[in-house]
């Protein structure tokens, strides 16, 4: 084991294939994604509208706010289009045991 | 049985073709009133929305209007000016209820549905677009052919000069050099000359009365002697003044310009009886006159810009007046007190002291608001009846005295080529 700290935060068959969930995690809001076999997390929480981003629409590595359609890379958390300028946070995974692990910090 | 109505006219009616005798009717009247809106607040003017210093840093607003349409002056990322519509294109409404404030991060969003605009008015995004998730099924949705591209708010045309912002809603207007026109633009950059401003205050009135009363009130030097006895008092307006009387082509603008006396207050003015040597003001700093280089002779310019401002210069104080009208008997009267960056302290303080003359409670233009209130209530008791203003003639031009009512017939001159077409 690193020197992470790793979180439990669902199980790997929870997230449907190319999707978005929302989940909480050690008190936060995230949105733990599956895109094509392969898991990502971010904050769930829009940096424009402050709308939350599992109910959004997950397009490959993009998911795309439902509120105004700005859109973020969900392995960096970058934002990739208007009205977004402001990054969202994103957060290390490890698969384990068919659990899905987060570092928070 | 006569049916004919003497009281209350079915239709404005003027005496002749001159305009030396204003019916009553021209300030009374709902449908007169919108069409004015449509002929000089809506198109073919520059109306005035505010200065540029009012909103320094990218993402600054200030939501004002221009005639009686709620609009939002906005400074976007690139430093660009931009005045959009109030009104969502949605739902219509007016999402904007600040004053003042930034958005520089999140853009405009109406808080009704939360559909968002930039800076520059582009609709951003709009919730649900492509619908909601739920069980597996996207529910709902806007339209697959929907494009955001064709949902902005409405833009105005702007045209700033010397750090002041005018709008207008229509597209083919000239330039505002051109509605200026050269002699009114002269006095503009006399007191807008490229200096930054600086903003002091804001004072903010409703006058009960129709908002042309206001612009003729500034186009008005048979008055200020006569009404504002605080004037006279303290020598600050004699009527043999030099002065001129200047207007634009179209007679619609124009600038009262006037030199004070090098005697200030003199002792031999008899021919206004108000005048009281005895009087003293308690605080004799609110005229402590200082002559700055940039007047270059004029002590006071008053300029009024057809519809929608007054540009004042009284010896220091310095200010816009927005006149916003909300129909015919009302308006409400903005006033931007402003200085420039480089001045001192010193005359900072000095043109904060010379504001007291003027704004709602104001020693000389408390007056203002009074007698146009009450000129309204004179105007809407016998609508048949007609003011006169003949002082100097029944003529309209440029003179090089005060003692006249020639601007106000101006001004009628270009209402009824306009209104009558």
């Not at chain 2, 600040?98 to 582009?122: A, V």
């Not at chain 2, 043109?351 to 020693?363: C, D, H, K, S």
């Not at chain 2, 209530?377 to 003529?395: D, I, M, N, S």
């Amino acid at each position: 084991m690193d020197k992470q700290q790793w979180t439990d935060a669902s199980a790997v068959d929870e997230v449907p294939e190319d999707d978005v969930i929302g989940i909480v995690v050690g008190g936060r809001d995230i949105a733990l994604y599956n895109a094509g076999g392969e898991f990502y997390a971010t904050d769930n929480i829009c940096t424009h509208g402050h709308a939350r981003l599992c109910e959004g629409f997950l397009e490959g590595h993009e998911i795309e706010c439902p509120l105004h359609q700005g859109r973020f890379d969900i392995r960096t958390g970058a934002p990739l289009c208007a009205p977004v300028t402001e990054a969202i946070r994103s957060y290390p995974i490890r698969i384990e045991g068919g659990r899905v692990f987060l570092a928070l910090d | 049985m006569d049916n004919a109505s003497t009281v209350f006219p079915h239709k404005i009616h003027w005496e002749s073709d001159g305009t030396s005798r204003i019916p009553f009717m021209a300030y009374t009247g709902a449908d007169q009133h919108r069409k004015e809106l449509e002929r000089f607040f809506y198109r073919k003017h520059w109306c005035y929305v505010g200065l540029e210093a009012e909103i320094p840093n990218p993402g600054d607003f200030k939501r004002t209007v221009v005639g009686e349409r709620s609009v939002i002056m906005v400074r976007d990322a690139d430093g660009g000016i931009n005045v959009v519509e109030n009104v969502c294109a949605h739902r219509g409404m007016q999402f904007c209820r600040e004053r003042h404030g930034n958005r520089k991060d999140s853009g405009f969003t109406c808080p009704y549905h939360q559909w968002n605009y930039s800076l520059q008015g582009d609709l951003q995004g709009v919730p649900f677009r492509r619908g909601v998730r739920q069980d597996g099924k996207v529910n709902g949705g806007m339209p697959a052919d929907f494009k955001t591209a064709e949902h902005g708010l409405t833009r105005l045309r702007v045209a700033a000069r010397g750090g002041v912002v005018f709008a207008s809603f229509d597209p083919d207007i000239e330039s505002l050099e051109d509605f200026m026109g050269p002699t009114i633009l002269g006095y503009f950059d006399r007191l807008f000359n490229g200096r930054k401003l600086t903003i002091l205050g804001y004072n903010r009135q409703r006058i009960p009365g129709n908002w042309k009363l206001m612009q003729e009130n500034i186009k008005d030097p048979y008055h200020p002697g006569l009404l504002h006895t605080w004037f006279v008092t303290f020598g600050l307006w004699r009527a043999d003044n030099k002065s001129e009387l200047k207007m634009d082509a179209h007679h619609r603008h124009a600038a009262m310009i006037s030199t004070r006396g090098a005697s200030g207050k003199a002792g031999q003015v008899t021919q206004v009886s108000s005048f009281k040597e005895s009087m003293q003001l308690n605080d004799p700093r609110f005229l402590d006159i200082m002559p700055e280089p940039w007047w270059g002779g004029p002590t006071a310019v008053m300029m009024t810009l057809f519809p929608s401002v007054i540009l004042q210069q009284q010896v220091n104080s310095v200010s816009t007046r927005h006149i916003q009208p909300n129909g015919n008997g009302s308006f409400d009267f903005v006033w931007t007190h402003f200085g420039f960056e480089d001045d001192t302290g010193e005359m900072t303080q000095r043109r904060l002291r010379q504001a007291n003359l003027f704004g709602p409670a104001g020693f000389v233009s408390a007056d203002d608001g009074e007698v146009i209130e009450l000129s309204q209530k004179g105007f809407e008791q016998k609508p048949y009846h007609r003011t006169l203003a003949e002082l100097g003639g029944r003529e309209v031009g440029d003179t090089d005295h005060m003692v006249t009512e020639t601007l106000i017939r101006g001004m009628y001159e270009y209402w009824r080529r306009e209104m009558e077409d």
